[in-house]
């Protein structure tokens, strides 16, 4: 019987250990990496000159027909059925079948501690960038919709209270710009990634004299971890992904909350399309934004997962540990639900509806108070005396049930002349002017806005 370990005990591990020990069900999406770690290695010891010519040869082959044997089985059910406690023991026990005693060779001087290690580097140097494709899509689609929507004025709020006027597409580059940063440091964390753990061993190197560096290329790393027990022990890729995942999620779930509350009815700013809504099994006229509401949970999910593996880490002594096979698992998951998240919200955010009507009557006139103190402030009046002083008018039109724009003109003029005159006043009461008066770096004036347009589009075109 093909044995991967078990030669000096008596008796079989229990079945319930098994149960907990077994990795197979979640590291065999590993199987492809494993093999291309598995062909490399092979390779190297034979270019060191520690596997014969034959050898190697049937290890390569055998390796071709384990690989296409694991991706039927997998095509058909999206599992593999083995015996076997993980994935290493997995290919290692096929390969027999196919390359006989030459198979027993591949695992001189290599621990599944390095192969697990490299394993899941190389899984994360290929799938993270589908993460960054999904991020530009979104931002793509958020430059896109501001672009062509760039005359819609809606309330900007803070506290959820209205504050003032700002650009609908103002508001959509400020959730760019947070997710642009989410690339940028996403991709900041592949020159650690992209590091090589193979020939680590289990703690100690590599007993055969083989060329890691060569290796580490030949697997397309750039670099080789530079000591054997940091190599099998580090799992900081992984603390440094989970962690860009919860704020990479977070970015979303905020975006999500504010699509929420502008699609419920009281706002009624935005309709979600029916392809991104729900209804209900009850109540006819619902529609449901059942996906921004998954995007906003799953926020929680993904820092727990962070949170959760940092705790695993926690009190671990140095070198490999079994407490650290649980990082695959919370991977995949952070991964999976995070690449879902961004593909909804690249759809919700690219098929809603935007009421521009509703936005403008979503305004209100109080919404210009700051206007009317810059008003002042223009005409000599010190900032926080012109602040006073509209707020005095505000409690005045408030006294008399009016709204700042239908409050009569001697009024004004009663708190402070320098409101100016009728006409001057009234001209303050337009949500274009007011918007307009922003027009320095990052703001909501046309011109400020066109600008982070032009940035964001130049950026996404040199990705
Ligand atoms: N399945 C294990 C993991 O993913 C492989 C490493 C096992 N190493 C060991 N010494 N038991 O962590």
Not at 259 to 277: A, K, N, V
Request: proline letters at 3%; glycine letters at 6%.
């Amino acid at each position: 019987m093909y044995q991967l370990w078990g030669g000096c005990f008596e008796e079989e591990p229990s079945k319930v250990l098994r149960r907990l020990n077994d990795s197979l069900p979640i590291d065999s999406r590993l199987f492809r990496e494993d093999i291309q770690g598995s062909r490399a290695w092979a390779a190297e010891q034979n270019l060191s000159g520690f596997l014969s010519k034959d050898d190697h040869e049937a290890i390569q082959d055998g390796l071709n027909k384990v690989e296409k044997e694991i991706k039927e089985e997998f095509s058909k059910d999206g599992r593999l059925e083995d015996s076997e406690e993980d994935i290493h023991a997995v290919v290692e026990k096929r390969l027999f079948r196919y390359a006989g005693d030459a198979a027993l060779r591949l695992h001189t001087a290599r621990s599944r501690n390095d192969q697990s290690a490299t394993d899941t580097r190389l899984w994360m140097l290929t799938s993270l960038p589908h993460l960054q494709i999904s991020l530009k899509e979104l931002i793509s689609v958020l430059v896109n919709r501001a672009k062509s929507e760039i005359d819609i004025i809606m309330p900007g709020y803070t506290h959820l209270q209205r504050a003032q006027p700002v650009r609908w597409s103002h508001f959509l580059l400020s959730h760019a710009w947070a997710l642009r940063d989410d690339v940028i440091r996403l991709k900041e964390q592949t020159t650690r990634l992209s590091r090589c753990p193979l020939g680590s061993g289990a703690i100690a190197g590599c007993a055969l004299a083989i060329d890691r560096a060569r290796l580490a290329h030949s697997l397309g790393f750039q670099d080789v971890t530079p000591n054997s027990m940091f190599a099998v022990s580090s799992r900081d890729h992984f603390v440094e992904f989970f962690n860009w995942a919860s704020l990479c999620s977070l970015h979303l779930s905020k975006i999500a909350e504010d699509l929420i509350i502008y699609s419920s009815q009281e706002f009624g700013i935005i309709r979600l399309s029916d392809q991104f809504s729900t209804g209900s099994s009850l109540m006819p006229q619902k529609r449901n934004p059942d996906g921004l509401e998954l995007i906003r949970g799953a926020a929680g999910l993904l820092l727990g997962n962070a949170m959760a593996f940092s705790c695993t880490l926690k009190g671990l002594p140095s070198t490999y540990n079994k407490d650290l096979q649980s990082d695959k698992e919370l991977l995949f998951k952070s991964f999976d639900k995070l690449n879902d998240c961004l593909k909804v919200a690249v759809g919700t955010v690219a098929t809603m509806e935007i009421n521009s009507k509703r936005a403008l009557a979503c305004l209100d006139p109080g919404m210009l108070a700051t206007d009317l103190a810059h008003a002042l402030v223009r005409r000599g009046v010190p900032f926080r005396r012109a602040h006073h002083l509209v707020g005095v008018v505000l409690r005045r039109a408030a006294a008399l049930g009016v709204d700042l724009q239908n409050l009569h003109h001697h009024e004004y003029y009663n708190i402070c002349p320098e409101f100016g005159t009728k006409e001057e006043l009234q001209s303050i009461f337009s949500w274009e002017t007011s918007v307009e008066q922003y027009t320095s770096v990052g703001g909501t004036a046309k011109a400020a806005v066109n600008l982070q347009l032009n940035m964001l589009r130049t950026w996404l075109d040199a990705e």
